[in-house]
């Protein structure tokens, strides 16, 4: 089975995590952390900056690593290095999904997210339990 290597942005702002609504493929509709592949000769840190700029036209600063997750579909593995970031400047655009949400913790549940975009889901949930 083929891997894929991704990146996905964990957008905070206050007690609030951004949730994006996948605008195209064979999971649109679908609820996930914006983010994408990592490129040839690309660290992690510098594939969420460059995706975020392409996804959300927007400029992000990366703080920390929060979880690697791995997750089988049908057709692929996908391994996605999940990072805490902000934005730089409150504005972004959606150029790739069709819709976008801040969600605190206590409505997190209340979007249909993707697979394995729940196990980030779950990593956020043990975080705040420290």
């Known amino acids: 089975m083929k891997t894929i290597d991704v990146v996905a942005a964990i957008i ?3 007690d609030e995590i951004l949730a994006t ?3 195209y493929g064979e999971f649109e509709g679908g609820w996930e952390f914006p983010g994408g592949k990592v490129e040839a000769g690309e660290t ?4 969420i900056v460059r995706e975020i700029k392409e996804e959300l036209n927007a400029e992000i600063a ?6 690697q997750v791995e997750h089988d579909y049908p057709t ?4 996605m290095k999940c990072y805490l970031c902000t ?3 409150a504005s972004f655009q959606l150029l790739e999904h069709h819709a976008a949400k801040w969600l605190d913790l206590a409505h997190i549940e209340s979007v249909d997210w993707l697979p394995a975009d729940v196990k980030v889901v ?3 949930e043990k975080r705040s339990e420290l």
């Open 76 to 79: 692929f593995h996908l391994n």
């Open 87 to 89: 934005l730089k400047d």
């Open 21 to 23: 609504q996948r605008g």
């Open 62 to 67: 990366v703080r920390d690593f929060l979880v």
């Open 44 to 47: 992690p840190e510098q594939a």
């Open 12 to 14: 905070e702002k206050g």
């Open 122 to 124: 779950r990593a956020l």
